[in-house]
């Protein structure tokens, strides 16, 4: 069969009999496109791990003294703030990055992700400026939370339409191992600085030190960002048409209804686990299990790191098994192990803790190596960054980013120490019900694009 010379921001193709055209993928390229991708989304969650890991202080430093709970629940509460605007983010940037590119709405994103995480670490403390302290958090994390709405979705959406079909499993699963990277990086220098600090000193000023290393990661990802070359299904996409595509938001929703409840129903089991596992779970063992606190971010950074090793392997196992098998069998895990993972940790043991937490995580993994080469499949390539993040962020802010604030609430309300379990398994039968609809992807093509085969 004749095949596309090369990846270019125009690639040149020859046509079959069938007048079907093929994409041949520059190894190379593909690799620094995924770096580029990850690099963002490591980002993102190093924000994401210092936030959940330094909640408690966070808490003390933002508002006023009182009930710990009730500090607790604020800072909670500032974390989801975020995660309202991210479908505007979504509904802006995405549309966007269907028109103009998505490496240029990429750069804008990681530009806004830095400043926002940044300015976090140069807000005064209630104790100097009162509640303008709370209110220039809120402030950080909108910004966040808006810029945010533009990077998963485009940067799962650069990594599927740049790699291979046979792989687009593996190259994706590596965006979710900037995850990890990125929240163990957060994480760990959380748990190296209360290990180093007295709480007077990380109360005082170490708490900003994480925040403020976002401004050279920040330079360090647009670089690498803007070096990057548009992908081939999108310079496809322009060379077929006589301008650039405008695709009315409408068509982005309306025209890709089903396509959409998909998503947001694989989104939702994905995002619930994924922040109760390591956004929500820290504080838990702390605040609610009165763990160590050391011993208990550990634990959960060991969990991790394991994730990470597997991450690659799970990736590659949805490419050669498909994506569906692998989603649900995730979702049957949690619908069955969440209550006795989570028995296990309230045990208190450090042992009884590690294989808790052990558990979700693996389980995690079914989901963190499959979705960022699922979800872009769900749509063509049209639309596919536009319905992609507004379906990924609408679910997100309802569902995901929400989860240490509604499961922090229910406990509070019912006493129950088990709605973190009872959470989960809800989200794990809605996911199942969304891999029931979709459709295998693997080793296929992404909707309305060519087929696309690794280069040699």
Not at 3 to 12: D, E, F, G, K, L
Not at 136 to 160: D, N, P
Request: proline residues 6%; glycine residues 12%; hydrophobic residues 50%.
């Amino acid at each position: 069969m004749a095949t596309a010379t090369a990846v270019t921001p125009r690639p040149t193709t020859r046509r079959t009999a069938k007048a079907r055209s093929v994409t041949v993928t520059d190894p190379a390229l593909v690799r620094r496109a995924v770096k580029a991708a990850a690099l963002g989304n490591a980002m993102e969650w190093f924000d994401f791990g210092v936030y959940s890991y330094i909640a408690v202080t966070l808490g003390k430093v933002f508002f006023p003294s009182g009930n710990p709970t009730a500090q607790l629940l604020s800072t909670f509460g500032a974390f989801a703030a975020a995660f309202l605007v991210r479908p505007l983010g979504g509904m802006v940037f995405g549309p966007l990055g269907d028109r103009i590119g998505r490496q240029k709405v990429l750069a804008v994103t990681m530009i806004m992700m830095a400043a926002g995480t940044f300015a976090i670490g140069l807000i005064p403390s209630y104790s100097v400026i009162g509640v303008g302290a709370p209110l220039l958090l809120l402030a950080a994390r909108l910004v966040q939370g808006f810029s945010t709405g533009g990077e998963y979705a485009g940067a799962s959406t650069f990594i599927a339409e740049y790699a291979p079909d046979k792989k687009r499993g593996f190259f994706g699963s590596w965006l979710e191992f900037g995850t990890l990277a990125g929240y163990i990086g957060g994480a760990g220098l959380v748990t190296l600085m209360t290990a180093l600090l007295s709480s007077e000193d990380l109360l005082s000023w170490g708490w900003r030190i994480p925040f403020l290393i976002a401004g050279p990661m920040g330079i360090i990802g647009l670089y690498l960002r803007m070096r990057l070359e548009e992908t081939p299904a999108f310079a496809a996409q322009l060379e077929k048409a006589e301008a650039r595509p405008k695709v009315p938001l409408r068509d982005m929703v309306a025209g890709q209804w089903k396509a959409l409840l998909i998503c947001m129903g694989l989104v939702l089991v994905f995002n619930v686990t994924d922040y109760m596992l390591l956004s929500y779970m820290p504080s838990y063992l702390t605040s609610e299990l009165k763990y160590d606190e050391t011993h208990g971010l550990l634990v959960v950074l060991g969990v991790m790191a394991l994730m990470m090793i597997v991450q690659p392997f799970a990736g590659a196992l949805t490419d050669r098994i498909g994506r569906r098998p692998v989603i649900a069998a995730g979702c049957a895990g949690f619908l069955l192990l969440s209550v006795p993972a989570l028995l296990l940790i309230r045990q208190g043991s450090l042992l009884a803790v590690g294989l808790g937490m052990a558990a979700l995580g693996l389980l995690l993994v079914c989901f963190t190596a499959a979705m960022p080469a699922a979800l872009p499949a769900l749509f063509p390539t049209r639309v596919r960054y536009g319905s992609l993040s507004i379906g990924f962020n609408v679910s997100v802010s309802l569902f995901g980013g929400t989860t240490p604030l509604v499961v922090t609430a229910l406990i509070g309300a019912t006493g129950n120490m088990m709605m973190p379990a009872y959470y989960m398994m809800a989200a794990a039968v809605v996911g199942g019900f969304a891999v029931w609809r979709m459709s295998e992807s693997a080793g296929r093509p992404l909707p309305g694009s060519a087929p696309s085969v690794e280069g040699s």
